[in-house]
């Protein structure tokens, strides 16, 4: 059996969590296979064992981590050789005021909790490469929360700060793709896929308004400046132009064979789950939660930025993964903002930035 170890550290600050770490605690996480050599995609398997070696009980938001082996999310960075392998599979978002105890998994001090993930054939595009030997590391981020309480604002954030353990497996004979099951066929290429006709009112309406605060975000970006602070608060001190090439994809966006649906064929939705993206057909799915989400002129009224609720938001942020391929590395605009202050780039790739920073340029010059 292979095996590969590192030591998971506390590297960004607590950014006010309801009962924040007491001190920075170590996790181990050890990734390992039953066979380094397999003839097919669909022998993958991978088991990760996260081991808390602190004092204190560590609460993980599970979701997009080693620790979920249940949801077609990307836990893993894979490669072939110098080249990323892509991921195909659900890109999500969270309401962070509708997280459950489900969203989460405790490891208590001193234990360790193992997940084994064998569903990951029709995750990655392993048909591009042919077959040969694949590296499979685990996803870096961790975000946690007081041991004992449900947040509404994970804060507390670990990330790797040693050698990222890597699995090795060689694929002998068979890499052709595969493709996410769905409970039903959804392909019908309309703009809009949903038969509760106000269900599809509501999604329509967020996607009006969701291409307004991206074209309001691209304008703002043109006429300040990546020198801006409310730039630099949600993207860091860079002069890249990808903040700016995402929000006008966004604004300009025009595909008449992408869908958004009011269904969830796949079993992603619940434990805070507002929507998610389909990364192989860039389809976007709705979950019962978001129709509870306002309009963007509340903004202006009974609702704030950091509520996230915006049902434009969510819709900006699903677009953001379909055109762009924003990843998900965290949640809350709080910790959207420590991302940009230590990691640009990251900030840069994380689809929450966008929609905090959209709803935070309409607040500041709307209302």
């Known amino acids: 059996m292979l095996r590969a170890t590192a030591i998971f550290l506390l590297t960004l600050a607590s950014l006010g969590a309801s009962t924040p770490l007491k001190r920075a605690p170590n996790l181990v996480v050890s990734l390992s296979t039953t066979s380094p050599a397999i003839d097919s995609v669909d022998g993958l398997s991978l088991t990760a064992t996260v081991e808390n070696t602190s004092d204190q009980d560590i609460k993980i938001l599970k979701f997009g981590t080693v620790l979920d082996s249940n949801l077609p999310t990307n836990s893993f960075l894979v490669s072939r050789g110098a080249q ?147 730039f630099r608060a949600y993207f860091g001190a860079s002069t890249s132009s990808k903040p700016l090439s995402v929000f006008t994809a966004v604004a300009n966006e025009n595909s008449s064979s992408r869908t958004l649906n009011c269904s969830d064929p796949y079993g992603v939705c619940g434990n805070g789950v507002i929507a998610y993206t389909v990364t192989s057909t860039t389809n976007i799915y709705y979950c019962s939660i978001f129709y509870n989400e306002v309009t963007t002129s509340r903004l202006c009224s009974d609702t704030t930025v950091a509520s996230r609720n915006v049902r434009g938001g969510t819709t900006l942020h699903e677009l953001t993964h379909a055109l762009s391929g924003t990843t998900d590395v965290g949640y809350g605009c709080s910790y959207d903002q420590t991302l940009a202050s230590s990691s640009p780039s990251r900030a840069q790739s994380n689809a929450d930035n966008y929609n905090c920073f959209a709803t935070q340029v309409y607040k500041n010059t709307q209302c």
């Open 84 to 230: 990323s392998v892509p991921f195909t599979g659900v890109q999500i978002q969270l309401s962070m005021n509708d997280l459950t105890e489900d969203s989460f998994v405790t490891i208590p001090a001193g234990k360790s909790i193992s997940a084994t993930h064998t569903n990951l054939a029709a995750l990655y595009k392993f048909d591009k490469f042919g077959v040969g030997s694949f590296t499979f590391t685990p996803k870096q981020d961790f975000q946690v929360a007081g041991a004992n309480s449900v947040v509404s604002d994970v804060a507390d954030t670990l990330r790797v700060s040693a050698v990222v353990p890597s699995v090795d497996i060689h694929i002998g004979k068979d890499v052709s793709k595969r493709t996410l099951v769905a409970g039903e066929e959804l392909e019908k290429r309309a703009r809009v896929s949903c038969s509760t006709s106000s269900s599809s009112s509501f999604i329509s309406a967020s996607y009006t308004e969701g291409k307004s605060l991206a074209s309001l975000a691209a304008n703002y970006i043109s006429s300040r400046g990546t020198s801006d602070s409310l």
